[in-house]
């Protein structure tokens, strides 16, 4: 049964702990690596609670709330901002704050983070060194681009408008043709900020004059010394040279000379020697003349020399050997011969002896041998001698005519030595 006006209590319910916290502040970041961007350049930050998705947030610049545009973007519940190409209407003080998605919770904002954006875009700028206006073949020649403000840039080569690399580009060896160079920078990966390219440094380039080595020793001297001067000349330069020497490729020391001796005492191996022009001014220096072989031409001379005492000594010899032949020749079979005896008389002899026939003896035939005596008397002296002139008294020629008419054959009978 119940009664009135007396009190009950109840036992307690379950504890429940109610913790109260701090309302956290969001923290703004920069995805991109730099805040001071030029005009056309992309811009990204972020904003967010740590350890926690449940956060939507709101962007403020310079205490004004940011919204969207053409060019400015928020990611999803608006944790990212993105700029896509920046303006001057874009710098300012940046912050953020954020409310929970289940409640009616706002947060205070964020830190500031200031984002700075230029007028203009950056001043690219070209240097060479060494500043020549004229270069020449084999100089070597650096070409550097700087940028007047900011960081993070790479840096991009261009000759004759084609595309190369490398911060610093440096030619190690020019080449005898006229260029000309610039360069630009860029940063950014998806969307890359590129600014414009830097004036344009020519590069004219001549061809390096070249030494040459000339022999000063001409050929008539080879017999009257055994030393070669040789000489160091810039046939294409007007300007006033000095020259270094070298043998086998290395410089012979202390000798500054446009002249060089080569004499059996410094040069026993019979060595490459070659020159160089050097000088004060530009060019500096020369390229290297061509080889000059002393073995080659100590192996002429020597040839020369031997051809020349061959031809001596074999004058001399045929002169000796005439002599020789002179006094000590065997006389000819022909020379002991006795002279042939004449086989006839001649007229001249005939008449100086007595008893010389008649030299129509010889040719009587056998029927004049027959004939009579009586017909001999009838046709007159069968044998008469008629002088005959003589045509040459050295070989003592003698021509006999002779004529007769006999009744047998009529025969004319002539003779002639």
């Known amino acids: 049964m119940a009664?009135?006006?007396?009190?009950?209590?109840?036992q307690h319910s379950e504890r429940r702990s109610l913790r109260v916290s701090e309302i956290p502040v969001p923290s703004l970041k920069q995805i991109t690596p730099w805040l001071d961007v030029f005009p056309t350049e992309g811009v990204k930050l972020s904003c967010g609670m740590d350890g926690s998705s449940d956060w939507t947030y709101t962007?403020?610049?310079?205490?004004?709330?940011?919204?969207k545009d053409e060019v400015l973007s928020f990611g999803s519940d608006a944790a990212t901002l993105s700029i896509s190409s920046a303006s001057a209407s874009q710098r300012?003080?940046?912050s953020c704050s954020a409310q929970l998605?289940?409640?009616?919770?706002?947060?205070n904002s964020s830190s500031e983070t200031t984002l700075e954006v230029y007028d203009t875009k950056p001043r690219v700028t070209l240097m060479q060194n060494p500043k020549h206006n004229v270069m020449h073949t084999g100089d070597a020649v650096t070409f550097s681009c700087h940028v007047n403000v900011s960081s993070g840039w790479e840096y991009l080569?261009?000759?004759?408008?084609?595309?190369?690399?490398?911060y610093n580009h440096t030619i190690s060896s020019v080449v005898t043709t006229n260029t000309s160079y610039q360069c630009q920078v860029k940063r950014g990966t998806n969307t890359a900020f590129r600014s414009d390219r830097s004036q344009a440094v020519g590069l004219e380039v001549k061809e390096?004059?070249?030494?040459?080595?000339?022999?000063?020793?001409g050929w008539s001297e080879v017999f009257s010394t055994d030393s070669l001067v040789l000489q160091c000349e810039m046939p294409k330069s007007q300007d006033l040279w000095n020259y270094t020497w070298f043998k086998e490729g290395r410089q012979i020391n202390h000798l500054i000379s446009e002249k060089h001796t080569v004499t059996p005492q410094n040069n026993t191996e019979q060595s490459l020697y070659t020159c160089q022009g050097i000088r004060s001014g530009r060019p500096s220096y020369s390229k290297f003349s061509e080889s000059f072989t002393t073995k080659n031409l100590l192996l002429k001379r020597r040839v020369l020399l031997s051809i020349s005492g061959l031809i001596f000594f074999g004058i001399i010899a045929v002169l000796l050997g005439c002599i020789v032949l002179r006094v000590f020749r065997k006389p000819d079979d022909g020379d002991d011969k006795p002279e042939e005896t004449e086989l006839f008389l001649t007229m001249a002899q005939l008449k100086e002896r007595d008893d010389a026939p008649c030299p129509m003896v010889q040719y009587i035939t056998d029927a004049e041998l027959n004939s009579s005596p009586k017909e001999g008397e009838e046709n007159g002296t069968v044998c008469?001698?008629?002088?005959?002139?003589?045509?040459?008294?050295?070989?003592?020629?003698?021509?006999?005519?002779?004529?007769?008419?006999?009744?047998?054959?009529?025969g004319l009978v002539s003779f002639k030595q």
């Open 3 to 10: 009664t009135r006006d007396k009190t009950y209590n109840t």
């Open 59 to 67: 962007w403020f610049r310079d205490g004004q709330l940011v919204k």
């Open 92 to 94: 300012g003080q940046y």
């Open 101 to 107: 998605k289940s409640r009616s919770v706002s947060s």
């Open 157 to 166: 080569w261009h000759k004759d408008n084609h595309p190369l690399s490398e």
């Open 208 to 217: 390096r004059p070249k030494a040459n080595i000339i022999l000063l020793t």
């Open 384 to 410: 008469s001698e008629t002088p005959l002139p003589i045509t040459s008294h050295e070989d003592q020629a003698v021509t006999i005519e002779s004529s007769g008419t006999t009744e047998n054959n009529g």
